[in-house]
Structures are given as C-alpha cells and as structure tokens.
C-alpha cells in the first residue's frame, strides 16, 4: 500500500482498500450519531480508524497528507484510545489499532513500506489482527438475527453490520501491515 505510485490497474487493489475502509468510516460516523452516549466514543474511534486507513491507503503522490500528518493523527487516536480505556479494557483494541497505524505512517517515513519496518512488530501485529480477524469472522457467522437497541432513539442498529464493518477493518490492516 505505501510502494510507488502505480498505473490504475496494478494500483486497484490499493483503491478498492480505499474504498471498503472509507464506507466502514462512513458506516462508523453514522453509528456515532444513532449510538447511545457511552457507545459513541468506541464508534467515533472507529470512524476516525476507518478514515485514516482509507486516507493511508490511497498511493503515494495523491492527496496533500504524508506520513508526518498521519502519523500526528494516529497518535492523536492513540491518545484518544486512551481516554477510552477509562470505560474498560475493551477498548484496547482501539490503542493496538492506532498504535499500528501510527507504527505503519512510521515506515512509510522511514522506509516507504517493503521491508521499512521492524519484523519483530510488524509478525506481533499481523498475529494479533489475524486472530482478530478470525474471531470476528466466528462471531459473524455466529451472530444470527440480533439487533442493538439504542437507548435514545427507538430503531435498531444490526449487530452483524457493526461487527462486518469491524471485520472489514481488520482485514484491511493486515492487508497494510503486509505491505510493510
């Protein structure tokens, strides 16, 4: 995701990440409106992560951003993950996410992704999202017809498309953490 600028076809891959991480933002910011206040700093977080991985995976040379900003902004997410810690360690997986991306906006710094970073982390990250991956696939397939009250507002947020937008994520940071 972080190599040279490429011509449309070698580089669709690139913009379909793009694409699918932008929707789970959009899907994530639209949750933040219909969540409940406790549930919506987790989908904020969620947004934001969206976003930057879309924003991360658009190829060099497009857009006015570089790994110097994406790296505030992870670090910005990293301390908002943070703040979200107070409410439980089920939010952890919100620091591991943006300290990953702030990790990758390192590389992209350093070495410009292939090899730029450090095995020993990068192997930690690709196990710990493989794993999440996993496992959110089995609660996703597990999950049959359960919807998510809100407690402000009287419609239903599906769980299943909350854990497939989560699900889709994941896919893409090890898609990313790949590429390092």
Same mark, same amino acid.
């Given at each position: 995701?972080? $190599?040279? #600028?490429?011509?449309?076809? !070698?580089? =669709?891959? #690139?913009?379909? =990440?793009?694409?699918?991480? !932008?929707?789970?933002?959009?899907?994530?910011?639209?949750?933040?409106?219909?969540?409940?206040?406790?549930?919506?700093?987790?989908?904020?977080?969620?947004?934001?992560? $969206?976003?930057?991985?879309?924003?991360? !995976?658009? +190829?060099?040379? @497009?857009?006015?951003?570089?790994?110097? @900003?994406?790296? #505030?902004? /992870?670090?910005?997410?990293?301390?908002?993950?943070?703040?979200?810690?107070?409410?439980?360690?089920?939010?952890?997986?919100?620091?591991? $996410?943006?300290? %990953?991306?702030?990790?990758?906006?390192? *590389?992209?710094?350093?070495?410009?992704?292939?090899?730029?970073?450090?095995?020993?982390?990068?192997?930690?990250?690709?196990?710990? /999202? %493989?794993?999440?991956? =996993? =496992?959110?696939? #089995?609660?996703?397939? *597990? %999950?049959?017809?359960?919807?998510?009250? *809100?407690?402000?507002?009287?419609?239903?947020? +599906? *769980?299943?498309?909350?854990?497939?937008?989560?699900?889709?994520?994941?896919?893409?940071?090890?898609?990313?953490?790949?590429?390092?």
């Amino acid at each position: 995701m972080h $190599g040279p #600028a490429l011509s449309l076809p !070698a580089s =669709l891959p #690139a913009w379909l =990440l793009v694409l699918l991480c !932008a929707v789970s933002g959009a899907y994530c910011l639209r949750r933040v409106r219909r969540s409940g206040r406790e549930a919506r700093g987790g989908a904020a977080g969620e947004a934001l992560m $969206g976003f930057g991985m879309a924003v991360m !995976a658009v +190829p060099p040379g @497009i857009g006015p951003w570089g790994p110097g @900003i994406l790296l #505030a902004v /992870f670090c910005g997410a990293a301390l908002h993950a943070l703040w979200l810690l107070r409410g439980g360690v089920h939010h952890a997986h919100h620091l591991v $996410g943006s300290l %990953a991306m702030a990790y990758m906006a390192l *590389t992209m710094a350093d070495g410009h992704g292939h090899g730029g970073g450090l095995p020993l982390v990068t192997g930690a990250l690709l196990l710990y /999202f %493989a794993g999440y991956v =996993l =496992l959110g696939g #089995a609660r996703l397939v *597990t %999950a049959g017809g359960s919807v998510q009250p *809100t407690p402000d507002k009287p419609q239903v947020v +599906p *769980t299943e498309l909350t854990r497939a937008c989560r699900l889709a994520m994941g896919m893409g940071m090890l898609a990313m953490l790949l590429s390092v």
